[in-house]
């Protein structure tokens, strides 16, 4: 039997008006695998979720979850989310907000569990509208758990959140992918693409523009950064050809480059004195920043 | 773990306990708005208020069968019990349409009937609050005394009384901004409060106010519930009992529509 996809968008369109969110989108979500959802402001990755989560009726095309209609209720059962809007009704208690949303799953997750896998065991009795926005960002995330869902979706799960709540949000992303959870990530912060994602899909003007491993991506990426100790001023090093932005960085010059090759050879030639020289290929940001100009 | 999380994802589970998920939400629907003082003090509050002022401190007298404790006891209990079936949901519609927990639920698999159901059930428990309240101030200061015939009575109007309001609200709701909620819920609920008589009695207001009182639906849950305590002749009941189910299946059929068009 092929591996049916958890999530599947086929050839969907969907305009507002005249405006054109999503022309003609293809996208898979594999069972166990974590993508994120890349694009600037306006790609499309907003209306895209929505579709996936049936709260949106595509123009053309289809959508599906578990090959159900996306948004059925047989297919919710199996997905958990956090969303950006969502404001919870704030006089109620986390605990009572945890067994709310127990209640509509059917192998749930007992309270105390999922409380203590989100950082949450101390403010159970706390109303969710006395929480700071950290905290209450937790308690979003431990609704989305507490159904045990074969799929979540997660919607800048960690804006608002300090490095070490991050970095505790992603350990518990991680253990749900190893229980076999898939996970579709929309983020702004590319290391968090970086830390997690298993693959990464780029969406501009309503469709894919770019798809592969974070690896991939960052391989395809023409840019390199070089470093090192140089006489020349940054200023000086900007203007040549090959360098794309050029900055002092610790007593070194840091220069991102789309033709590393030329300005090397320029750079030895000229500096006999170079030292501490560092060529790094660059990370899934600066393959992002390509996209985004080839896209505009 | 591993493979119950597999196996959910394949065979997709029966719903769970509805009825067990039916009545937290109704617990939360209920405590939440309890909570919310700006909601449940003047809910609970004004319509005794009220009553202390105009049938306790400056009663209206007494005059063959008329007795304004009791007549009073009627009509601000149903004043008190349109509170928070119209605020309770024409405000928290209109809000939670506005702030995404709507859209939350139509991700995860809340049951939709869940949620209006909830409400009617918060709705009609303020109500029976309100109701007590009311008995409390009627006995002690109201020196009301009645048959328990009639304080059954009143108790079963006020609480499936809240029906046509809460299918007023919920279609204000609807069509409303959750800033703008509030203030046209109380431009419905205080004048039509008065212009259906549950203020002062019908007969101390003006010709043109008696006359069109049957437009209003108030009027209608007012005269029933002044037939439960007795201080009206029973004749006409089931007219004004179709008054309100027509009301309430006309508002509700409406904000149902807009409910189904709403973009999300």
């Known amino acids: ?296 | 773990m591993n493979t119950r999380v597999l196996d959910v994802a394949v065979t997709l589970p029966a719903a769970p306990s509805r009825w067990r998920s039916l009545g937290l939400e109704i617990r939360c629907e209920f405590l939440g708005l309890l909570r919310q003082l700006s909601f449940s003090l003047p809910t609970l509050l004004f319509p005794p208020m009220f009553y202390l002022l105009f049938a306790v401190l400056m009663p209206m007298g007494k005059a063959g069968g008329w007795h304004p404790g009791q007549y009073l006891l009627a009509s601000y209990t149903v004043f008190g019990l349109m509170g928070p079936a119209l605020f309770g949901f024409g405000v928290s519609v209109a809000m939670e349409r506005e702030n995404g927990w709507l859209r939350l639920r139509r991700v995860v698999p809340a049951p939709p009937a869940n949620y209006l159901l909830a409400k009617l059930a918060m709705a009609m428990l303020f109500a029976a609050l309100v109701y007590l309240a009311m008995v409390l101030l009627a006995v002690t200061a109201g020196g009301v005394r009645m048959p328990a015939s009639a304080w059954l009575a009143l108790a079963a109007v006020a609480v499936p009384g809240v029906l046509p309001f809460c299918a007023i609200g919920l279609w204000i709701g609807t069509l409303a901004g959750g800033c703008s909620a509030p203030a046209i819920v109380n431009l419905v609920y205080l004048p039509m409060g008065f212009l259906a008589g549950l203020w002062f009695p019908l007969a101390l207001l003006p010709r043109l106010v008696q006359d069109i009182a049957p437009l209003w639906p108030a009027y209608h849950l007012g005269r029933i519930g002044l037939m439960a305590v007795g201080q009206v002749p029973a004749a006409g009941l089931l007219q004004h009992v179709g008054a309100l189910a027509l009301t309430t299946l006309l508002f509700f059929v409406l904000a149902a529509r807009r409910l189904r068009q709403m973009p999300q």
């Open chain 1, 1 to 296: 039997m092929a591996v049916e996809p958890i999530v599947r968008l086929r050839g969907v369109r969907k305009c507002y008006g005249d405006i054109g969110a999503l022309a003609g989108l293809d996208l898979e979500l594999r069972r166990g695998e974590v993508l994120a959802l890349l694009g600037a402001n306006g790609a499309g990755k907003t209306t895209a979720v929505s579709v996936m989560l049936g709260l949106v009726a595509p123009d053309a095309g289809e959508a599906t979850m578990f090959g159900r209609p996306a948004g059925s209720l047989p297919a919710r059962q199996c997905a958990g989310a956090m969303l950006q809007t969502a404001a919870l009704p704030v006089t109620l208690r986390v605990g009572e907000l945890l067994r709310l949303f127990a209640s509509w799953y059917s192998a749930p997750m007992p309270v105390h569990e999922v409380a203590a896998l989100a950082g949450l065991d101390d403010l159970l009795r706390r109303p969710y509208g006395s929480l700071s926005g950290g905290q209450q960002r937790r308690v979003q995330f431990a609704l989305a758990l507490v159904g045990r869902p074969s799929v979540l979706f997660l919607d800048e799960p960690t804006v608002g959140l300090d490095v070490q709540a991050r970095q505790a949000l992603w350990t518990v992303i991680r253990a749900q992918v190893a229980a076999g959870c898939a996970v579709l990530l929309t983020t702004h912060y590319l290391e968090e693409a970086e830390a997690l994602a298993d693959r990464v899909v780029v969406i501009a003007h309503g469709r894919v523009i770019e798809e592969g491993t974070v690896d991939e991506l960052r391989a395809r990426s023409g840019h390199r950064r070089i470093r090192c100790r140089t006489a020349f001023a940054p200023e000086v090093l900007a203007a040549w050809p090959g360098v794309l932005a050029a900055r002092a960085r610790a007593g070194c010059v840091e220069l991102d480059c789309d033709q590393a090759e030329v300005v090397l050879r320029r750079l030895l030639a000229l500096d006999p004195d170079v030292s501490e020289l560092e060529v790094r290929r660059g990370g899934l940001a600066d393959r992002f920043m390509e996209l985004a100009e080839e896209a505009a």
